[in-house]
């Protein structure tokens, strides 16, 4: 389980087959799970200042792993202890998005992302989604374009990928677990609408 809060950009060293090798001032152990672009991986090696992780065929057919090069994002797993901000991001990439506009928003950028249609029904207004790792707020949704928009403040931009990214993109998604869950629950209720659903996430 993650937070979707990064703990630093990591330089990769090399991505050979199916290892991906990260030199990082974080020092994990064999065995730790961390997420890498917010895809969930398990450690395999260690050295002095780096550490390696292996995709299965599975992630590397889902991931954007044109991303995976110069710089990537890490966060370990959460662990019981730590104070927990962000939101629960399972580490679980859902599909990729495209970034189609980057817009100035006085001091902030507004990024406007398009997934794949079956997956906009987990978008919900104001609601999180998670970003290449990164635990977001969603501002606004066209779902007749798949579309969702984030404003980026200038911290944000700075200390992420997002200062790399341009129309053209790809990113690793991971929607929201509890809209996931949810919308399974209650699928078959047509009764239940979204706006009851984000009043049952607000009581919680």
Not at 19 to 28: F, G
Not at 49 to 75: G, P, T, W
Not at 120 to 133: H, P, Q, Y
Request: hydrophobic share 40%; with cysteine.
């Amino acid at each position: 389980m993650f937070t979707g809060l990064i703990r630093e950009l990591a330089e990769v060293k090399s991505f050979n087959n199916n290892i991906l090798t990260l030199k990082s001032i974080y020092k994990p152990k064999i065995g730790d799970s961390i997420a890498v672009n917010g895809a969930c991986l398990t450690v395999i090696n260690i050295s002095q200042n780096s550490f390696s992780v292996e995709l299965s065929n599975e992630s590397k057919n889902i991931l954007a792993l044109e991303n995976y090069k110069n710089k990537v994002h890490i966060e370990p797993a959460m662990m019981m202890q730590d104070r927990f901000e962000g939101h629960i991001v399972q580490g679980h990439i859902d599909c990729l998005g495209e970034i189609v506009a980057i817009n100035k928003n006085g001091n902030a950028t507004d990024f406007i992302i398009k997934i794949p249609p079956k997956y906009i029904k987990f978008v919900i207004n104001k609601g999180s989604i998670a970003v290449d790792g990164i635990s977001l707020t969603i501002n606004d949704i066209d779902k007749t374009k798949s579309h969702f928009r984030l404003t980026i403040i200038p911290h944000t931009i700075q200390n992420t990928l997002f200062k790399t990214y341009k129309i053209g993109t790809k990113v690793n998604i991971e929607t929201d677990m509890f809209a996931r869950y949810i919308f399974n629950m209650f699928n078959n209720q047509n009764k239940l609408s979204w706006d009851d659903i984000d009043k049952i996430m607000a009581s919680y």
